[in-house]
């Protein structure tokens, strides 16, 4: 089991010891270091480098807001959740990149729930890191009875037509057996999204979106004339994940 290398920086010795106690049910969370204030703290986090910090905000001297502001100037820095009286910080804590935010004195439940959303996002961030590492770099595709090998980065967009898939590269036009949905599935880890179910398109070639008929929209992509539909079906996902 791979540990979570966790901080407690807190200047009232009970929510420390409070809150290590509730850590310590959750077997993955390794508390390496507890400390009573921001200064200490900061020198802590550059020496021992873990991977979440449990940071009170309301301390003398330099507070948990100032700390967590400094944080993001690190290269790598931890994830932070807030732990404070205050419920009139959340707004701020949030403006600073805080990855969550508990209320004293600690509900164990909402705990649970932060560590859990903590995990997911490690797991889901771990998955597309090794997705990247092991990505196809080129795509071997047969032009004029020859090899060609093309940069996924210079695809444009990708569509199904009758037979053959048509590839829209930067420079010039592929014809292919293959179905889009296998080059889908070799092509992860690039930004390829499905917009239509006869098209794929590179989501760094997208400019903008047009509303079309019936809830459909039709895509503008850069530097191409023509424009690529965006069926109904895939149109929300799209917009909420490029928020066109």
Known sequence: MTKIKTMIIDDEPHSRDELSHLLSEHKDIEVIDRCTDAQSGLVSIMNKEPDLVFLDIDMPKINGLELASSLNKLKKKPKVIFATAHEQYAAKAFRVQAFDYLLKPFDEEELSEALSRYRDQTDDKEADERTIESRLTRLAVEDNEEISYIDPNTIIYMAREERDTVIRTKEKEYR?????????????????????????????????????????????????????????????????????
Do not use: C, M
């Not at 949905?181 to 992860?188: E, P, R, T, V």
């Not at 400019?207 to 929300?236: C, D, H, M």
């Open 176 to 244: 292919l057996r293959t179905p889009l949905k296998d080059l889908k599935q070799k092509l992860a880890g690039y930004p390829f999204v499905q917009t239509h179910k006869s098209y794929l398109v590179n989501a760094a070639e997208i400019a903008g979106l047009i509303p079309w008929f019936n809830g459909a929209y039709q895509i503008k992509l850069k530097g191409v004339k023509e424009e690529i539909p965006a069926s109904r079906t895939y149109v929300r996902a799209l917009r909420e994940q490029f928020e066109l």
